[in-house]
T-cell receptor, first 109, second 114 residues
Framework: TQLLEQSPQFLSIQEGENLTVYCNSSSVFSSLQWYRQEPGEGPVLLVTVVTGGEVKKLKRLTFQFGDARKDSSLHITAAQTGDTGLYLC?????????FGTGTSLTVIP | EAQVTQNPRYLITVTGKKLTVTCSQNMNHEYMSWYRQDPGLGLRQIYYSMNVEVTDKGDVPEGYKVSRKEKRNFPLILESPSPNQTSLYFC?????????????FGPGTRLTVL
């Protein structure tokens, strides 16, 4: 069961460009998290959003939770090569976590 | 240092040979979880445990067993591994506090079943 769909699956952009990654579902989540994963390592938490419509900023990263708590987006402003990695969203429903399919981002110098 | 350790990091085995992947955390978290990661599918939850002696099936539990005899350890057992269990496995220890949860992942175990 793939509850969370991420788009795009792959993204390659030039340094300095902006981008948005989407995480969509037909299910409602009590909270939604975004993680970044480097090759050979486990995912690392970037942010948790809890309230419908919530917006959180982490330096150049902006996270938004949909009003109905079914979807989320991650926007990166002026991407840097250090942003390269696999971005994963994860939703909590009940006591279970469901991860998205992932977006592999490559930022080219 | 707060951490989640997994062993082994890499394992190549043959079909039907029982194996155990260990997971240990030093953060005193009650919630622990096992995931497998496959290309195009993201991470899928195999089993999770909300506390000692309490385990629940996740999304893909078939072919796996777990136990939680003490808070810090949560081993994953494959009684009779098959090639479709070839995957990258992650253990996670979760600071579970209602809305604001944080999952701390181990370094991963890459398993190949021939």
């Amino acid at each position: 069961t793939q509850l969370l769909e991420q788009s795009p699956q792959f993204l390659s952009i030039q340094e300095g460009e902006n981008l948005t990654v989407y995480c969509n579902s037909s299910s409602v989540f009590s909270s939604l998290q975004w993680y970044r994963q480097e090759p050979g390592e486990g995912p690392v938490l970037l942010v948790t959003v809890v309230t419908g419509g919530e917006v959180k900023k982490l330096k150049r990263l902006t996270f938004q939770f949909g009003d109905a708590r079914k979807d989320s987006s991650l926007h990166i402003t002026a991407a840097q090569t250090g942003d390269t990695g696999l971005y994963l969203c994860a939703g909590l429903t009940g006591n279970q976590f469901y991860f998205g399919t992932g977006t592999s981002l490559t930022v080219i110098p | 240092e707060a951490q989640v350790t997994q062993n082994p990091r890499y394992l190549i085995t043959v079909t039907g040979k029982k194996l155990t992947v260990t997971c240990s955390q030093n953060m005193n978290h009650e919630y622990m979880s096992w995931y497998r990661q496959d290309p195009g599918l993201g991470l899928r939850q195999i089993y999770y445990s909300m506390n000692v002696e309490v385990t629940d099936k996740g999304d893909v539990p078939e072919g796996y067993k777990v136990s939680r005899k003490e808070k810090r350890n949560f081993p994953l057992i494959l009684e009779s591994p098959s090639p479709n269990q070839t995957s990258l496995y992650f253990c996670a220890s979760i600071k579970y506090s209602g809305g604001n949860n944080e999952q701390f992942f181990g370094p991963g175990t890459r398993l190949t079943v021939l």
